[in-house]
């Protein structure tokens, strides 16, 4: 630089400075390079005290033109104390600070009146989560003391199911359960069919033979008896199982078990002693019980003691008759009483009327005869036999218990059904009735199972109860024996479908339950809840064997209203997650193949609603991806491209992972978008557009993360959602506020992405703009692209970007600013 350059550098220095001064705009610095040091040091040890969050605050709110410092001096100069202070009193003349006042003070109740609501609805939310978290901890503990014999009440509240952990593949079921299962199938089978119901308790019991058990064969045995009655209402069990009809089947019903069953016993006697039996004559009941009689009255310690009226083929009279009765032969005893003589007279009409009887007892006259000759001859008689007679007959003092005759439990129980009236006991004392309400009272609470040592012997504490009609209590007892819980569901099972199990109203109620309602000493056995425990020890392995149970359910609803087939279907779905076995699956034409659902097809069964169902419980569990899965199998394409869409949203923007979302959506997206292209598909416009758009993203982005630029900008252009021209930005805009918000919270990763996309390739067209184009690494169609049109698009998107009515991310506008500038 020549020396008069640099004069005139140095004039032009001058006069800037002097401008300067005249203008006062700037002000002239007067410290030294050290000074400006020092200062910033001091500056920067005081900023240094503040914490790092207090830092970003200030830097934050200072890029929006916020003081931190003053603000927060205002803010400390704020105080509530004044706000809700006394309003000072004023004279009424005083209009203006009477109305202040006025004012204030409403202002002041609102307040607090608000304040008040506030906090009462506060501490009820509290007192509410108390309760229901009460409640859930209630019900874990009333289901795990479900095999506790104390009755619960009906009130009980719902249970929340556990799922189990997944079991091996293998069968869980025993040869038992294995054996019963196949007799539920069969029979759900003819029930679907529409074929008459075979005998489901013939069909167990016949089941139960193969099983080599004596006791469990005798359990059922006791079930065909006592529920070889006739139809019953299905409305209300227990009411109709309390009529007097009713009543008096199952009375004859328990007697005719228990005389078969001891003519069973006299018969095996009569045959294990065979020589001093001397069995012979007229074969039949009576030939039997005067052998019988040889060998345990005349045998017997007690032999001829106290025996009155004689012999009858050289064997004492009333002996022979009472093992008649006790046999059920009234006819036996008939033939006796004749062949005794005129002594008898008496007593060959009392059962001769008998015999005449359908309902095996007494007209009310004969009845009060017969207890008016106990009370004068026969109560004072050294007989036991003759005295147990006549007890039978008359049903007389019914609190003897008889002990020297009735030796066994089944004798005590046979004896007091012999004794049952209608009517209620009005005297205690008298002990002239007996009901069978008394009865079961006295055998369920009175007696209880510690009296018949029911650990020990299940079978007689459930024969006790079982014969007095109280089925529910027996067969929760039952349920209680681990080795005999497979029996005990069955029973109750089959007596549900003969309509003669009493089940409480709402399938949530604990296991054995008090109905206000039902007559003392009845429960109710909550069939629903003993099905599920004992499903859910294989519902896993055995699935179809566990939907075959939960189909005796059909016909039972929740509180909510819902179908408890259903409900057990779809928790069994949820937790196996085996949707293709029990729902069915898909096939590539969208057909559904059918599952284990479709076996049970009806009116309460429908397989697309409990898909359905399934499908709905999955969504508000927060299982997106199995309810997407369930729903296209029910067909509704409305919930599926609404759940892909959801889905796609969150991870469309993501490189694709091995086992990540995206990853898995990928080909379930394309399968569904392959099957509804062309065909009819139910879902609204919108739901649709939305996927189709979402699908194209998903498109769009592979070809972004994998570099293939070009085809990523056709497609993001063929799209429509960003303008590729300043011109198109309105339109755009416009588009954008009727998309959805699946589409739109991903426009800062679109709008990046494109203009990531145009840079890349504005520097590559820019970088080769002097190559020849024989010797250029692009397409044809890049390399005649003028550097312009990239300008142009860049420039679009960034105009889009500031208009559309969407916030974008703070740094999201500066990178595209920053892109579009480097462009230039």
């Not at 009146?113 to 009462?120: K, L, P, Q, W, Y």
């Not at 294990?272 to 074969?283: E, K, M, S, T």
């Amino acid at each position: 630089m020549g020396d008069n350059d640099f004069s005139e550098l140095l004039s032009q220095a001058e006069q800037l400075a002097n401008d300067i001064d005249g203008v006062g705009e700037l002000p002239r610095v007067e410290r030294s390079l050290r000074q400006v040091l020092d200062a910033s040091n001091d500056l920067w040890s005081k900023v240094t005290l503040h914490e790092a969050p207090d830092i970003q605050a200030h830097m934050m709110l200072a890029s929006k033109g916020v003081d931190l410092t003053q603000l927060s001096q205002k803010l400390d100069t704020l105080s509530t104390r004044k706000t809700f202070e006394p309003l000072e009193p004023v004279p009424e003349a005083d209009i203006s600070s009477y109305l202040k006042n006025e004012v204030e003070n409403v202002l002041l109740s609102l307040i607090e009146g608000t304040h008040r609501r506030s906090a009462a609805a506060a501490d009820q939310r509290l007192w509410d989560s108390i309760r229901q978290n009460w409640s859930k901890e209630m019900r874990q503990m009333f289901n795990a003391l479900h095999g506790s014999s104390r009755p619960l009440d009906l009130q009980g509240l719902p249970e929340t199911s556990t799922l189990a952990d997944i079991a091996p593949v293998h069968s869980r079921l025993d040869h038992m359960e294995m054996a019963y299962a196949k007799e539920v199938i069969d029979y759900n089978n003819r029930v679907i069919q529409g074929v008459v119901r075979p005998a489901l308790v013939q069909k167990f019991a016949t089941a139960a033979e193969a099983f080599n058990n004596l006791k469990v064969n005798e359990l059922w045995e006791i079930v065909k008896y006592m529920s070889d009655i006739a139809p019953q209402f299905k409305d209300n069990p227990l009411h109709t199982r309390t009529s007097p009809i009713t009543q008096n089947q199952l009375i004859l019903q328990a007697r005719k078990y228990l005389e078969e069953r001891y003519k069973k016993y006299m018969t095996s006697v009569v045959e294990g002693n065979l020589a001093r039996a001397c069995r012979g004559g007229v074969p039949g009941t009576l030939s039997l019980v005067r052998s019988f009689v040889d060998l345990r009255v005349l045998g017997g310690l007690q032999g001829m003691l106290g025996l009155e009226d004689g012999q009858v083929d050289k064997k004492p009279i009333w002996p022979q008759l009472y093992y008649c009765l006790r046999c059920g032969d009234i006819d036996a005893a008939l033939t006796c009483a004749t062949q005794a003589g005129a002594q008898l007279a008496d007593l060959c009409a009392i059962l001769g009327a008998l015999k005449s009887s359908p309902e095996r007892a007494l007209d009310p006259s004969m009845e009060s005869t017969v207890r008016f000759q106990y009370k004068r001859d026969i109560r004072k008689s050294p007989d036991p036999f003759k005295r147990a007679v006549y007890c039978i007959l008359g049903a007389c003092d019914v609190s003897d218990e008889h002990s020297e005759v009735a030796k066994t439990a089944d004798d005590y129980l046979w004896f007091k059904l012999c004794q049952i009236r209608d009517g209620e006991r009005t005297d205690s004392r008298s002990g002239e009735n007996i009901t069978l309400q008394h009865l079961q009272t006295l055998i369920s609470q009175d007696y209880g199972e510690s009296h018949y040592n029911a650990v020990e012997q299940p079978h007689v504490y459930f024969q006790m109860l079982f014969l007095t009609g109280q089925y529910e209590l027996a067969l929760e007892f039952l349920w209680r024996i681990d080795k005999l819980k497979v029996h005990a569901v069955h029973m109750a099972i089959a007596l549900h479908e003969n309509h003669l199990l009493g089940i409480p109203n709402c399938p949530e109620s604990p296991l054995l339950c008090v109905d206000p309602s039902d007559q003392t000493p009845h429960r109710r056995l909550n069939l629903a809840r003993l099905i599920q425990y004992y499903v859910r020890r294989f519902n896993l392995t055995d699935i179809k064997e566990a939907l075959h149970y939960y189909y005796f359910l059909r016909g039972m609803r929740l509180p909510s209203g819902e179908n408890l087939f259903r409900s057990c279907v779809s928790n069994l779905a949820m937790e196996s997650r085996d949707f293709g076995t029990i729902l069915g699956r898909l096939e590539s034409d969208g057909c559904r193949t059918p599952g284990i659902i479709d076996i049970f097809n009806g009116v309460q069964a429908e397989p697309s609603e409990i898909i359905e169902m399934v499908a709905s419980n999955l969504e508000k569990k927060g299982l997106f991806e199995d309810a997407l899965e369930v729903y296209d199998l029910a067909g509704n394409h409305e919930k599926v491209m609404s759940l892909m869409s959801g889905l796609l949203s969150q991870v469309v923007h993501l490189t694709s992972q091995p086992g990540s979302l995206r990853f898995r959506l990928a080909p379930k997206s394309a399968d569904v978008s392959r099957r509804i292209d062309g065909n009819k598909f139910r879902c609204s416009d919108e739901t649709y557009r939305t996927f189709k758009t979402l699908r194209h993203l998903l498109e769009f982005f592979d070809k972004y993360h994998s570099g293939e630029y070009v085809k990523a900008l056709e497609l993001i252009v063929e799209s429509g959602l960003i303008p590729t021209k300043t011109e198109e930005v309105e339109n755009r805009v416009n588009n954008f506020r009727k998309l959805g918000d699946d589409i739109c919270h991903n426009f800062p990763q679109i709008l990046l992405a494109t203009m990531t996309i145009l840079h890349t390739l504005y520097n590559r067209a820019r970088g080769n703009a002097n190559v020849s184009l024989s010797s250029s690494r692009l397409d044809n169609s890049m390399a005649d692209k003028p550097l312009a049109s990239y300008r142009e698009q860049a420039r679009a998107i960034t105009s889009f970007a500031g208009t559309m009515p969407y916030r974008l991310p703070g740094d999201t506008n500066a990178k595209l600013v920053q892109m579009e500038i480097l462009m230039h």
